[in-house]
Antibody, heavy 120, light 107 residues
């Protein structure tokens, strides 16, 4: 059973960089056939796709965040990471990592989510 | 971006009711449409993928249909554990986009 777990600071100051890591267990992140996704949910709101990374390292980002976003993968640690720079209060959200099956493009396993608050 | 519009935004139903939620895409997405269920404080859970395929472990009372721009999620007989918010998601192209959600509440 694949499990994903987000980790990182729960509080980030405005203009700083939000950094999160997703640790994957129960399967290899480089096994092929998957993308590794980040999705967020503003408090009380709907879901927003942030982007994903292939195990090859190729990325696909939401254009609305692309200029501030970097997703990376570390196959040796079975982890992938998110960095979002120049954050504002509008980036306050629950951040989820998820596994996306390439054949069909759907997220079948999700982390529990982590709340990141942007505040001074 | 492809806009996904769900209707209704919320509904109240009783246990045993048949419930239908609709999702419309702003352009054809063929059958690249997924449905998720989310309960408060929890991550979304995949119910249906590629329009009509039931995810493993999901009860058979859930079903999906549609293609092109119009899709439907049906719960044939609502159970107490089904009270939640449901989201559709297009996976035809990036950026992937979600509907605004449909909250199913107890009548």
């Amino acid at each position: 059973q694949v499990q994903l777990q987000e980790s990182g600071p729960g509080l980030v100051k405005p203009s700083q960089t939000l950094s999160l890591t997703c640790s994957v267990s129960g399967g290899s992140i480089s096994s092929g056939g998957y993308y590794w996704s980040w999705i967020r949910q503003h408090p009380g709101k709907g879901l927003e796709w942030i982007g994903y990374i292939y195990d090859s390292g190729r990325t696909d980002y939401n254009p609305s965040l692309k200029s501030r976003l970097a997703i990376s993968i570390d196959t040796s640690k079975n982890q992938f990471s998110l960095k979002l720079s120049s954050v504002t209060v509008a980036d306050t959200a629950v951040y989820y990592c998820a596994r996306c099956l390439h054949a069909g493009d759907y997220e079948d396993y999700w982390g529990q989510g982590t709340l990141v608050t942007v505040s001074s | 971006d492809i806009q996904m519009t769900q209707s209704p935004s919320s509904l109240a139903a009783s246990v045993g009711d048949r419930v239908t939620i609709t999702c419309r895409a702003s352009q054809s997405i063929r059958n690249y449409l997924n449905w998720y269920q989310q309960k408060p404080g929890k991550a979304p859970n995949l119910l249906i993928y590629v329009a009509s395929n039931l995810q493993s472990g999901v009860p058979s009372r859930f079903s999906g249909s549609g293609s092109g721009t119009d899709f439907t999620l049906t719960i044939s007989s609502l159970q107490p554990e089904d009270f939640a918010t449901y989201y559709c998601q297009q996976s035809y192209t990036t950026p992937r986009t979600f509907g605004q959600g449909t909250k199913v509440e107890i009548k």
